[in-house]
């Protein structure tokens, strides 16, 4: 392909789970998020992760299964030549025993811990929800940063309602402390936040404080609402939805974006995930 005057266009290769550019315009990790494979987990963890094997993905969004230990569920993993940079924990969690999320987290050898939601009533995210976010996270980033790890937030959709000359999500960025509180960056949420900001001018406007990145596109047509909530049919193969992956991707990397996992949360996964990095491919 010709060069334009100032960059190549993307060409993405795949080896396992490496995406990387031709003249090495950046190179990443593809992993998956483990909520992908809700409907498989409970039948099997091992078997489950066989399939992840089979993907081809070396990097996992995770945690223990019901009834292990987070030592068990990364042996399970590193058997298979899958490593967790990254796990989850809940809101409650972050707020009530921060120093246990941190040593799950280094249990597993994750690097980031992510929280992806906020408790609020029904649809009514509030400036109060906001504040009290802010304050936990604050105060659990720190505990999370004294134990070596960082925080991210994932947003969700619903933080996007105005506020001032901006949304809940900006308060949220602006308020927190960048040296304990960083964010994951959810495609389809953001989309799904209903045009406050596209992921490109979020990227744009808060660079380094993203760290990490569900890849997740939302089907054409559909105009988000800001309740964090949608049909599993509208989570569909990347490439085939509204997000500008080009575009996304040139900025994630100025960001500095490390990790990328692909979450699929329709009911087709098995499906979709080897079609999403058939698209990758063919950036």
């Not at 987990?41 to 990097?59: A, C, R, S, Y």
């Not at 509030?126 to 937030?153: H, P, Q, R």
């Amino acid at each position: 392909m010709k060069k334009t005057s100032l960059f190549l266009f993307l060409l993405l290769s795949f080896s396992g789970t490496k995406l990387f550019a031709q003249k090495k315009l950046y190179t990443f990790q593809l992993g998956v998020q483990a909520y992908t494979f809700r409907n498989h987990f409970p039948k099997g963890t091992e078997q489950t992760l066989d399939i992840i094997q089979k993907m081809g993905f070396t990097e996992l969004e995770g945690g223990p299964q019901k009834g292990q230990t987070p030592e068990e569920f990364k042996k399970m993993c590193n058997d298979r030549g899958i490593s967790i940079p990254s796990t989850g924990c809940g809101f409650e969690e972050l707020r009530d025993n921060p120093q246990a999320v941190a040593d799950k987290a280094k249990a597993l050898g994750a690097k980031y811990v992510m929280c992806a939601w906020i408790p609020h009533k029904g649809n009514d995210f509030t400036l109060d929800d906001t504040k009290m976010a802010v304050e936990v996270f604050n105060k659990g980033g720190k505990v999370l940063a004294d134990n070596g790890l960082i925080f991210c937030y994932h947003d969700h959709g619903y933080e996007f309602r105005p506020h001032d000359k901006g949304t809940y999500m900006d308060y949220i960025i602006q308020n927190t402390d960048p040296r304990y509180v960083s964010f994951e960056m959810d495609v389809l949420w953001t989309i799904h936040g209903g045009g406050a900001a596209s992921p490109q001018e979020l990227l744009k406007r808060y660079g380094n404080r993203w760290k990490l990145m569900h890849v997740k596109d939302l089907r054409k047509g559909v105009i988000g609402d800001k309740s964090g909530h949608e049909p599993a049919e509208n989570d569909v193969v990347l490439g085939t939805g509204q997000a500008d992956w080009k575009k996304i991707f040139k900025l994630s990397k100025k960001a500095g974006i490390q990790h990328y996992f692909i979450e699929d949360e329709s009911n087709k996964e098995l499906e979709n995930v080897p079609k999403s990095i058939e698209y990758l491919k063919s950036l």
